[in-house]
């Protein structure tokens, strides 16, 4: 971390002999505010600038967008204080947000689950189905949000909001967008075509994107084979203005990818002498997804704004594999098909205060099938992954009363959530479970002056066990195999935490330590017994407390001359309680964050350079000691330099050109089942017309 050192040294250097140029911005602070303070909905279910929120709060807008690397929708959060990416196989990622990981996190689309019934709590492919092209901002709440969000919501909630037409004139108009890149180490070819067209009382937008993936190449030229896979999305959102203040939105979203193989069971792992499988692909995977959407802005005796919801999804999860040795194959089919009906309500009212309330109610049904193909080429049909028909059905309600006192806002919030989950079995003796929980959360927001906030939280979040914990059979990676346990209990958390922000002077800071305490957690656990096949035999299980401790920080500055200067910095530490005592958690990102430093060099020429760093992680649980794609040693420690030109001309033309890590650095970002792209040469065209 020396060299990391000496960059912080030289930038504060650069930053000292700017700020006697940057006096004028004290002047006027509060036009800094708002251009510093980007709106987000999802925090509180009302539009509220970040600075304004007494939650902790990243957003990823439309513009930052296109100056990122880009191929999975989680590659977009990768930069971000506070979310840790894990990425399993070239295809698939996910966010990790203070210390949690897959299901433990609600991942919405538009404000829709896509969490599902099957969703693993661990590493998953499903938020890879999500388009980014058609992705208009991101926003991550780090910290429970079970109140407003419900169940799963235990380490935050990332909420991608797409792309809405907007027009205002009565003429009709088109206007869309055209792009294209090309990335050396993954071999990458991306396209993605778009269009708007309407007027200010119909209006649509349609956008089609392919991507074309080959053999990844990791630092010093090591090629790491089965990496390749196609991916094609087709998006589609029309908007009907029927009045002024109400609207209807009606928006269909399509990702198909054929054949994505799965790279840590097709490449031998940490304690393995060969590999798993000789094939294994996810054949296909596919989301399909419907949303009908009703606003209205006529106030009423019972709300001043509304939002009702229907919405439909199907996510494929089928699979093809065959072992290493022999030539029988297995394919399996296993879908989630998960309708939404829900509402929101906001009131301001006489008092200084508003309230938040509404309802969710949805059906998640799943079907699974799995075959044998013999040598003789005889079909057998196996135990499902997951018991057939099989259903997770909710209903619930909730409120958030929002004070207002002077300088102070104070939040105080509850959720009745009803679970009947359903496995479908009549094998398994308890086939029915019933769940009822209440959660809850307050905040405080002090407002010190136009520019600085104080805030804190205290919350519970809630998880009930899914088809996936309760229901599962078969074989996992890392030689596992999967025993149903109908006999879990939900996971729960109580979370505190305090921060401070600013927005305005030119700068924007954020700070927030948080302390979390996770009891009932839900864990593959061995069971000290092994298959015929010597497989070992695992089993979901409530293991015992973790606690969970850390700080999130991030900076951005920006100097007179056009330049940017941006940092951030996050610390996780998890301890979970044994029977032998205290040890680590399992896959608790190491230290990490990003410095980096952006600057107009023209009218038409900007550079961004930065630098991505990460601590070693050699403090690891027994299941991280297990888990064949992280060293037992330990994740080394990187630090990796990226710099890029941006050649842009008027609102309508951009030309981006990069090295992402020059120095060709071989590297893992801890828990993920393959090496990190090596040095990579960047090529993108924007065109918007």
């Known amino acids: 971390m020396k060299k990391l050192f000496l960059l912080l040294l030289s930038i504060q250097a650069v930053q000292a002999q700017e700020l006697t140029d940057d006096q004028n911005r004290a002047e006027n602070p509060d036009q800094d505010i708002e251009s510093l303070a980007p709106l987000q909905v999802t925090a509180s279910k009302t539009a509220t ?11 990823v807008t439309r513009d930052e967008i296109k100056n990122k690397p880009n191929t999975l929708l989680p590659d977009l959060l990768r930069q971000e204080s506070g979310v840790y990416i894990q990425q399993t196989t070239p295809g698939q990622a996910i966010p990790i947000i203070r210390g949690l990981k897959g299901s433990q996190n609600v991942h919405l689309v538009d404000g829709m689950r896509l969490n599902t019934a099957f969703f693993r709590n661990a590493p998953n492919q499903y938020l890879a189905l999500v388009d980014s092209f058609m992705t208009a901002q991101i926003e991550v709440v780090r910290g429970p949000s079970s109140v407003l969000y419900g169940g799963d919501a235990l380490g935050g909630v990332v909420n991608v909001l797409t792309h809405t037409p907007e027009f205002y004139s009565r003429e009709w108009e088109l206007k869309g967008q055209v792009y294209s890149s090309w990335d050396s180490a993954d071999e990458k070819w991306i396209s993605h075509a778009g269009a708007d067209f309407g007027n200010n009382k119909i209006a649509s937008t349609i956008g ?4 074309d993936i080959g053999q990844r190449t990791t630092g010093s030229g090591e090629s790491i084979p089965f990496t390749a896979y196609t ?8 908007v009907f203005n029927t009045s002024d203040m109400t609207n209807w939105t009606f928006d269909l979203q399509y990702t198909h990818q054929p054949a994505t193989p799965r790279v840590d069971n097709l490449v031998a792992g940490f304690g393995e002498t060969e590999a798993e499988s000789r094939v294994y692909l996810f054949r296909p995977n596919e989301r399909q997804f419907a949303h009908l959407k009703y606003t209205s802005a006529n106030p009423t005796s019972w709300f001043d704004m509304a939002n009702v919801h229907l919405a ?24 989630s098909e998960l309708l939404t009906l829900q509402a929101d309500w906001n009131k301001a009212m006489d008092d200084d205060s508003m309230l938040v309330y509404g309802f969710e109610s949805y059906l998640d049904t799943i079907s699974s099938a799995r075959q044998r193909s013999l040598t003789s080429g005889e079909a057998v049909p196996r135990d499902a992954r997951y018991p057939d028909g099989s259903s997770m059905q909710l209903l619930a309600v909730y409120a958030d009363w929002h004070q207002y006192a002077g300088n102070h806002e104070f939040t105080t919030g509850v959720r009745l959530s009803d679970y009947d989950i359903d496995l479908n079995s009549p ?5 029915r479970l019933n769940l009822t929980d209440l959660t809850w959360h307050a905040s405080w927001l002090y407002k010190i002056n136009d520019q600085d906030r104080i805030f804190a939280n205290i919350g519970r979040g809630f998880r009930p066990p899914n088809i996936f914990d309760l229901g599962q059979v078969g074989e996992r990676s890392g030689n596992r195999f999967n025993i149903i346990n109908p006999n879990l209990e939900p996971e729960s958390v109580i979370s505190v935490d305090l921060g401070y922000k600013h927005a305005g002077n030119g700068w924007q800071a954020e700070i927030v330590g948080f302390v ?8 593959s656990v061995e069971t000290g ?3 015929d096949d010597g497989m070992t035999i695992v089993q979901s299980q409530n293991i015992n407390e973790v606690d969970i401790v850390g700080l999130e920080a991030e900076l951005n500055y920006y100097f007179s001359n056009g330049g940017h200067l941006f940092a951030n910095l996050t610390y996780t530490h998890g301890d979970e309680e044994t029977e032998d005592g205290a040890g680590a958690a399992d896959r608790i990102p190491p230290t990490f964050g990003v410095i980096g430093y952006q600057q107009d060099l023209s009218d038409r020429w900007k550079m961004r350079s930065q630098v991505r760093f990460a601590e070693t992680q050699d403090r690891l649980s027994a299941r991280d000691l297990s888990d064949p794609r992280i060293n037992p040693f330990g994740t080394g420690g990187f630090v990796v330099y990226d710099t890029h030109f941006t050649w842009q001309q008027g609102i309508d033309r951009q030309v981006r050109l990069g090295v992402e890590n020059l120095f060709d650095k071989k590297y893992r970002e801890h828990a993920s089942g393959l090496d990190a792209p090596g040095r990579n040469y960047h090529v993108s065209f924007y065109y918007d017309f």
């Open 312 to 335: 439909y999804q199907k996510i494929s999860d089928n699979r093809f594999s065959q072992p290493l040795s022999g030539s029988r194959t297995d394919t399996e089919q296993n879908q």
């Open 529 to 531: 017994e092994v298959t």
């Open 49 to 59: 600038a970040t600075n304004d929120s007494a939650t902790a709060v990243s957003v």
């Open 427 to 431: 094998d398994i003796e308890q086939d």
């Open 208 to 211: 089609l994107s392919y991507q």
């Open 231 to 238: 991916s094609r999305s087709l998006n589609n959102k029309w």
């Open 516 to 523: 979390s305490r996770y009891q009932d957690v839900i864990a």
